[in-house]
């Protein structure tokens, strides 16, 4: 069965950080671009960061960048996220696709990519 599974979210306090970590099981993220993006209660879904595995490519969105870190290591990728804030909060997804090119993965969260995890709940909270 091909999927993505996200881990690693939980409470952190401000300026706190976590690493998620994004694991595709069933097919290899050779040559995909893989995208996180989050939901906050009352939002849209928005992207945060999208990575090629083709060409190494990152994109950020102005509110993560040079806080949060996307990177890959085979089949996982992950994002280092540091000096986080209270409007971080929201459930994070990762998501695999193989045709996209990776600042339109992240400027069109709501795209059907061809893969989509499950999500893992980050909470900002002093």
């Known amino acids: 069965q091909r999927q993505l599974v996200e881990s690693g979210g939980g409470l952190v306090r401000p300026d706190g950080s976590l690493r998620l970590s994004c694991t595709a099981s069933g097919f290899s993220l050779d040559n995909y671009a893989i995208g996180w993006f989050r939901q906050a209660p009352g939002k849209e879904r928005e992207g945060v960061s999208c990575?090629?595995?083709?060409?190494?490519s990152t994109h950020y969105q102005p509110s993560v960048r040079g806080r949060f870190t996307i990177s890959r290591d085979k089949n996982t990728v992950y994002l280092q996220m540091n000096s986080l804030k209270l409007e971080d909060t929201a459930i994070y997804y990762c998501?695999?696709?193989?045709?996209?090119?990776?600042?339109?993965?992240?400027?069109?969260?709501?795209?059907?990519?061809?893969?989509w995890g499950q999500g893992t709940q980050v909470t900002v909270a002093s």
């Open positions: 990575i090629s595995t083709l060409d190494g």
């Open positions: 998501a695999a696709d193989v045709q996209v090119e990776v600042q339109t993965m992240c400027d069109f969260p709501q795209l059907n990519y061809d893969y």
